[in-house]
């Protein structure tokens, strides 16, 4: 099922079409754009780009940020903590990308 009706990479409308996909679609979307535009894809941006939606909802002195921020965190990680956090449709929303990464989902989904 073709998802993406895009001819240049654009994080912004891929971003869009992830969010608004069921999430049973989710990771196939992105695994079409990994196929349609290959090692100029990273679907570790569209990770990026929830926790800079979940950033602009915070305040400055936000504990949050240390979350959010972090270096050292892995992806799972931070999901667990913005779940907890009570950002839990972002922490689910950040799921298939994280499979899409290849990288170890913490048994978040």
Same mark, same amino acid.
């Given at each position: 099922?073709?998802?993406?009706k895009?001819?240049?990479?654009?994080?912004?409308?891929?971003?869009?079409?992830?969010?608004?996909?069921?999430?049973?679609?989710?990771?196939?979307?992105?695994?079409?754009? /990994? #196929?349609?535009?290959?090692?100029?894809? =990273?679907?570790? +941006?569209? &990770? *990026?780009?929830?926790? /800079? #939606?979940?950033?602009?909802?915070?305040? =400055?002195?936000? +504990?949050? &940020? *240390?979350?959010?921020?972090?270096?050292?965190?892995?992806?799972?990680?931070?999901?667990?903590?913005?779940?907890?956090a009570?950002?839990?449709?972002?922490?689910?929303?950040?799921?298939?990308a994280?499979?899409?990464?290849?990288?170890?989902?913490?048994g978040?989904?």
């Amino acid at each position: 099922m073709p998802f993406l009706k895009i001819k240049k990479l654009d994080y912004g409308k891929i971003f869009s079409a992830y969010k608004l996909a069921p999430y049973s679609d989710k990771q196939a979307l992105l695994r079409e754009a /990994d #196929e349609k535009f290959g090692l100029d894809f =990273d679907p570790e +941006e569209i &990770l *990026e780009m929830i926790i /800079d #939606e979940i950033n602009e909802k915070l305040s =400055d002195d936000d +504990e949050l &940020l *240390e979350v959010t921020k972090s270096l050292y965190l892995k992806w799972h990680e931070i999901a667990g903590k913005l779940k907890a956090a009570g950002f839990s449709e972002q922490a689910k929303l950040m799921v298939p990308a994280i499979k899409e990464c290849g990288y170890d989902t913490g048994g978040l989904g």
